[in-house]
């Protein structure tokens, strides 16, 4: 996790993941040093992705999240947003969705890992877990889709996800041909 590239220490942490739950203290304060200093904005998102996976208290977990919301990198934005609706229960707060919305659009497009330059998908999650967590509100879903097709629509992520919320929500197809059109 101090390798110069970030892609390794990328690896690292999601390698740390694999490991029991909870993770050994010194795994722990690695990662929340990671996070707090890396100057990868991609490295610090994952690191607290996996810190919210891995951190036994769940006191300090949410208190990460919630000063993580603002942080200076849209990525760590994005992952502290997505790791709080990953323990919300829709319909999800509009904050919320306006993160995902205007940092889900912003990041790069390239990413050494996946296609999708998202948080990663830990472990025994699915593998687009960004998708299936937008899903559960579809208000929320076909917001963050709009503004994602309002932005360039950038590996037709918008146009994807307004896909999703039409097969999983039968009833929103004229809502999702309206986002569409």
Do not use: K
């Not at 390798?3 to 220490?9: A, S």
């Not at 990663?120 to 593998?127: L, V």
């Amino acid at each position: 996790m101090t390798d110069p590239d970030p892609f390794v220490r990328q690896a690292a942490i999601r390698l740390a993941c694999v490991g029991t739950r909870p993770a050994h203290p010194a795994v722990v304060r690695t990662l929340a040093d990671l996070y707090e200093s890396d100057p990868s904005a991609s490295t610090r998102a994952d690191a607290l992705t996996a810190l919210a996976l891995l951190d036994p208290d769940p006191a300090t977990v949410r208190e990460r999240e919630a000063a993580a919301i603002d942080d200076r990198d849209r990525e760590v934005r994005l992952a502290a947003a997505l790791s709080v609706l990953d323990g919300t229960e829709p319909p999800y707060p509009a904050a919320l969705v306006a993160v995902v919305a205007a940092d889900g659009a912003a990041v790069p497009g390239s990413h050494r890992f996946t296609a999708r330059p998202r948080p990663f998908p830990y472990p025994g999650a699915p593998r687009d877990r960004e998708t299936e967590l937008l899903t559960e509100d579809p208000e929320g879903a076909l917001s963050v889709a709009r503004a994602w097709i309002a932005a360039g629509d950038t590996h037709q992520w918008g146009s994807r996800l307004v896909g999703q919320v039409d097969q999983r929500w039968r009833d929103r197809e004229a809502q999702c041909v309206a986002a569409l059109a």
